[in-house]
Each structure stands twice: as C-alpha cells, then as structure tokens.
C-alpha cells in the first residue's frame, strides 16, 4: 500500500492548506505554521478513515442480505 498523498499549499492570507488523500476521499484543513502539518496529517487521516468506514456501513445497509 502506497503512503498517503499529502499536499500543502501556501494560501495568500500565509495560512497553510493542508489536503490528505486517501483510500480515494481527500480531506483538508489550514493551519497558521508547519510545525502543525504532522499534528494535523494524523487528524485528516482519521477523518479519512471515518468517512470510509460510514461509507462502507453505508453500502452494506443499501445492499438487501
């Protein structure tokens, strides 16, 4: 399995976007300094997760057994 996809960009108010992809979901966040991106990177991966998994519980319950 490959590393997560993690991408910052510098916007122009000098906040930081911060993007996770992903499993195939992408999830963002700002934050005012690098010293943030790896508290944050841990944060957007467990969003990340929990959207896949109420995805997964999602198509589960759509799915007549």
């Known amino acids: 399995m490959s590393e997560p996809a993690l991408d910052i960009e510098q916007m122009p108010d000098d906040m930081l976007r911060v993007s996770l992809t992903m499993h195939g979901f992408t999830a963002h966040c700002f934050v005012s300094?690098?010293?943030?991106?790896d508290e944050k990177r841990r944060q957007?991966?467990?969003s990340i997760l929990r959207q896949a998994v109420a995805t997964y519980q999602s198509a589960i319950t759509l799915c007549d057994w």
Request: aromatic letters at 0%; a neutral charge; charged letters at 25%.
């Open 33 to 37: 300094s690098m010293h943030l991106v």
């Open 44 to 46: 957007l991966k467990d």
